[in-house]
């Protein structure tokens, strides 16, 4: 510990040097001891050396020992100044206790007595300094605490936030997973994709390009640059180091007219080979790629792959599937010119009826098929009754009315129809259960043959029969509403709300 720094102010300069002398000989305490003569010069000697203890006389020339006092106290509140005289004013003593003196000791006094003031102030003016220097350690550490707490609190909001945006990516990864495995074709995997990936990323600008030639074409896009739009070439040597140097995803930088922007690009693969790239840009507000954001596009990047691999053999057997259709309807055609025709028109509104229902896509592709397929037993019909003007009689109406079954019996052997077959043999029962050929009602009569129903109507009222003249658009809406029990009212009201999205008068010449 530092010697305590005492400043003796004394008028009589013997009386000064005499206690100099005696606070140097103390044994126990070391003192380091200044001596001034003046008010003035006590206030410059604290000013520029810390002292500890003032010992001031009361009766000071210049400057009195109470504004002395006062301005020592200025420079340093903690200074213990002690004052000494004989025979002083109580008011001045009074005032100099109200300015902060540690104590004041009349004269005569004994110097132990002096000393044991001195030592008493030295501990008060450490006591004093530990208790700053305490306050000072609990004010730093409260704000260290308060600035780690304020990191904390930074890091767990940044940290909340990766986890419920890791989350969410991980619940569209999943969606993507299961939406992509209901047997979705090609172009709905890409779009598919490219939704997932804005939600994945956060990005607005996703593309899906596949690779053609010497080009990747994109097939799929959101908000990109004009030359990422859907149907746009972009040359392949703009991604020959993605496809060369990695299979991860990796930042790629584009030269546009609007100077060089970045785009974040994943390979798609096929069997180790490169067959297109999944895109994602940002825009001026978007923060820069990450290393997380290049890892989850990775992840994504494998997993579309795998998706659009398996659209693709879905959709080369959807194509099979098709051409076997058509087969059968242009044989079918050779008896009915107009069954061709008809049945895919008969399929395009089931389609739709089905999407504006939230069927899931397989499903659809079912109805598709019965569509298709709904009157090929007609092929079995003598074709004086196919071409017959007027109304058929009973025994016609009965030999018509087996097409259905017939049309189930041929289709049996062809297991991709499987699901099909329900659809094709009952679109002509009636939901009030009077219809053929089993009498089926409501909610038994199966879903794909509710909505064949609807659609095999209206083309058929709306299309010119040897029976009868076509009907416009609300002339045959109308008629299918005042028979009513015949059709599925929410069907119906499905339907109705598909022409609503059409073109308009006139819609249905132009198709």
Same mark, same amino acid.
């Given at each position: 510990?530092?010697?305590?720094?005492?400043?003796?102010?004394?008028?009589?300069?013997?009386?000064?040097?005499?206690?100099?002398?005696?606070?140097?000989?103390?044994?126990?305490?070391?003192?380091?001891?200044?001596?001034?003569?003046?008010?003035?010069?006590?206030?410059?000697?604290?000013?520029?050396?810390?002292?500890?203890?003032?010992?001031?006389?009361?009766?000071?020339?210049?400057?009195?020992?109470?504004?002395?006092?006062?301005?020592?106290?200025?420079?340093?509140?903690?200074?213990?100044?002690?004052?000494?005289?004989?025979?002083?004013?109580?008011?001045?003593?009074?005032?100099?206790?109200?300015?902060?003196?540690?104590?004041?000791?009349?004269?005569?006094?004994?110097?132990?007595?002096?000393?044991?003031?001195?030592?008493?102030?030295?501990?008060?003016?450490?006591?004093?300094q530990e208790r700053k220097k305490l306050i000072?350690?609990?004010?730093?550490?409260?704000?260290?605490?308060?600035?780690?707490?304020?990191?904390?609190?930074?890091?767990?909001?940044?940290?909340?936030?990766?986890?419920?945006?890791?989350?969410?990516?991980?619940?569209?990864?999943?969606?993507?997973?299961?939406?992509?495995?209901?047997?979705?074709?090609?172009?709905?995997?890409?779009?598919?994709?490219?939704?997932?990936?804005?939600?994945?990323?956060g990005r607005k600008e996703v593309a899906l390009?596949?690779?053609?030639? *010497?080009? &990747?074409? $994109? /097939?799929? =896009?959101?908000?990109?640059?004009?030359?990422?739009?859907? !149907?746009?070439?972009?040359? #392949?040597?703009?991604?020959?180091?993605?496809?060369?140097?990695?299979?991860?995803?990796?930042?790629?930088?584009?030269?546009?007219?609007?100077?060089?922007?970045?785009?974040?690009?994943?390979?798609?693969?096929?069997?180790?080979?490169?067959?297109?790239?999944?895109?994602?840009?940002?825009?001026?507000?978007?923060?820069?790629?990450?290393?997380?954001?290049?890892?989850?596009?990775?992840?994504?990047?494998?997993?579309?792959?795998?998706?659009?691999?398996?659209?693709?053999?879905?959709?080369?057997?959807?194509?099979?599937?098709?051409?076997?259709?058509?087969?059968?309807?242009?044989?079918?055609?050779?008896?009915?010119?107009?069954?061709?025709?008809?049945?895919?028109?008969?399929?395009?509104?089931?389609?739709?009826?089905?999407?504006?229902?939230?069927?899931?896509?397989? *499903?659809? &592709?079912? $109805? /598709?098929? =019965?569509?298709?397929?709904?009157?090929?037993?007609?092929? !079995?019909?003598?074709?004086? #009754?196919?071409?017959?003007?007027?109304?058929?009689?009973?025994?016609?109406?009965?030999?018509?009315?087996?097409?259905?079954?017939?049309?189930?019996?041929?289709?049996?052997?062809?297991?991709?129809?499987?699901?099909?077959?329900?659809?094709?043999?009952?679109?002509?029962?009636?939901?009030?259960?009077?219809?053929?050929?089993?009498?089926?009602?409501?909610?038994?009569?199966?879903?794909g043959a509710r909505i064949i129903a609807v659609?095999?109507?209206?083309?058929?009222?709306?299309?010119?029969?040897?029976?009868?003249?076509?009907?416009?658009?609300?002339?045959?809406?109308?008629?299918?509403?005042?028979?009513?029990?015949?059709?599925?009212?929410?069907?119906?009201?499905?339907?109705?709300?598909?022409?609503?999205?059409?073109?308009?008068?006139?819609?249905?010449?132009?198709?």
């Amino acid at each position: 510990m530092e010697a305590p720094k005492l400043l003796l102010v004394e008028v009589d300069k013997m009386v000064a040097n005499y206690l100099a002398a005696q606070f140097a000989e103390v044994s126990d305490t070391q003192f380091d001891v200044g001596v001034t003569f003046s008010g003035e010069d006590a206030v410059n000697m604290v000013s520029t050396t810390p002292y500890d203890i003032v010992l001031m006389e009361i009766a000071l020339p210049g400057i009195n020992a109470v504004e002395a006092l006062k301005q020592i106290k200025d420079v340093d509140g903690d200074i213990q100044v002690i004052l000494v005289g004989d025979g002083p004013s109580p008011e001045s003593v009074l005032e100099g206790f109200r300015e902060g003196a540690y104590d004041f000791i009349m004269k005569p006094y004994s110097f132990d007595r002096l000393l044991e003031t001195v030592k008493n102030a030295v501990e008060r003016r450490e006591v004093l300094q530990e208790r700053k220097k305490l306050i000072r350690n609990l004010w730093e550490a409260s704000e260290k605490l308060t600035a780690d707490n304020e990191k904390l609190a930074a890091f767990k909001a940044t940290a909340e936030k990766k986890l419920e945006r890791g989350q969410q990516q991980m619940r569209v990864f999943t969606s993507y997973l299961e939406q992509s495995n209901t047997g979705c074709s090609l172009a709905e995997c890409g779009e598919l994709a490219v939704r997932s990936a804005i939600k994945i990323l956060g990005r607005k600008e996703v593309a899906l390009l596949f690779l053609e030639e *010497d080009y &990747l074409v $994109v /097939r799929n =896009a959101s908000a990109f640059e004009p030359e990422f739009q859907r !149907g746009g070439k972009v040359p #392949l040597t703009r991604f020959e180091s993605l496809f060369k140097e990695s299979r991860s995803a990796r930042v790629i930088e584009f030269r546009t007219k609007a100077g060089v922007r970045s785009v974040a690009c994943v390979p798609l693969l096929r069997g180790g080979e490169p067959v297109g790239v999944l895109c994602v840009g940002g825009n001026g507000n978007d923060l820069p790629f990450d290393k997380a954001d290049l890892a989850v596009l990775t992840e994504f990047g494998g997993v579309v792959s795998i998706s659009l691999r398996s659209a693709v053999l879905l959709d080369r057997i959807h194509r099979t599937h098709l051409e076997a259709i058509l087969a059968l309807l242009l044989a079918a055609e050779t008896k009915d010119p107009d069954i061709r025709v008809h049945s895919q028109r008969v399929a395009d509104y089931s389609v739709k009826i089905g999407q504006e229902l939230g069927l899931p896509a397989p *499903d659809i &592709l079912m $109805v /598709r098929y =019965a569509a298709l397929l709904h009157d090929l037993g007609k092929i !079995g019909l003598p074709d004086e #009754l196919l071409r017959k003007t007027g109304e058929p009689t009973e025994a016609e109406l009965e030999e018509i009315r087996q097409h259905e079954i017939s049309s189930d019996r041929i289709v049996t052997p062809m297991k991709f129809l499987e699901q099909a077959r329900p659809m094709i043999r009952h679109h002509h029962e009636r939901f009030d259960g009077a219809g053929y050929p089993d009498g089926l009602s409501g909610d038994s009569i199966p879903l794909g043959a509710r909505i064949i129903a609807v659609a095999d109507c209206f083309d058929a009222l709306t299309s010119t029969r040897s029976y009868h003249e076509r009907l416009n658009r609300d002339e045959a809406l109308l008629k299918m509403e005042e028979d009513y029990g015949w059709f599925d009212p929410e069907i119906l009201e499905a339907f109705k709300k598909v022409l609503e999205k059409e073109a308009g008068p006139g819609w249905k010449e132009e198709k």
